[in-house]
């Protein structure tokens, strides 16, 4: 069953999920305790939490790479079973091939596929105009910058149409001028088709400027979802407009008055590592 933009089933629905894994020891570790977790079709969906809390394990379960240990996740309201043939997963490394130029990464998505070579390499110089690279197409990964390399990691995932897309921490290791680049041009493509999005991040200033809902988990081991906010910011959004906003601010404090002591406790369970 495939949901439609604006369905009333959820794009992802994880119903009290549960990860634990195995130790070399013989024991085991919860990751992440009874959690249930529903992303509508066209929702914006950003999860933030301390280090090691679970966020990439979740976004993992959605993607079918971690099969729950108990619980249930469900994509357009059927069953997942194995890997999420309708999700794009960009990850905060990157994925990119040396060896290809900008243009056969991105191409290379649909040419798997079994779309003709041809073909293929015209839509991946479309998909490169749109982010700003139709005159880099010929270059390859170690001469693109870093922000250049993440947009054809993004426009690589997105040139396949998937219905669902998941983020883990994809613009982490930019500077905070490139994120914020990044940023609006990532709310600018899903603008044009509201597909749904699970974007997991550290950055709780992020999560608010891009998402239209902010879920908070706590400090693992049995880590769980202790806070859920609705963001009501207008859209279209430019990040560097919007943090200005005091409703923005008014946001932020509301939802860091919870996170904080979470990071607190998992930076004490750390060791301050």
Known sequence: MQGTAGSAVPAVALS????????????SYAAVDRTSLAVADGEFVAIVGPTGCGKSTLLNVA???????????EVFGAPLAGLNRQAGYLFQAEALFPWKTALENVAIGLETAGVGRAL????????LDRVGLAEFGARYPHMLSGGQRKRVGLVQVLIRDPKILLMDEPFGPLDAQTRQIMGNLLL???????????????????AIALSDRVVIMSAGPAARIIGNWKV???RPRDIAEVKIEAAFHDLHREIWATLKAEVLRGYAQTGGG
């Not at 993607?63 to 996740?73: E, M, T």
Request: proline share 4%; hydrophobic share 50%.
């Open 232 to 234: 009501a910011l207008p």
């Open 188 to 206: 600018d493509l899903w603008n044009a088709d509201r597909k749904a999005v699970l974007f997991v991040t550290h950055d709780l200033e992020e």
């Open 16 to 27: 009290q999920v549960a990860i634990s894994f195995r130790l070399a020891d013989g024991g």
């Open 120 to 127: 293929a390499r015209e839509r991946a110089r479309a998909w």
């Open 63 to 73: 993607a079918g790479l971690i099969a729950p240990s108990s619980g249930r996740v």
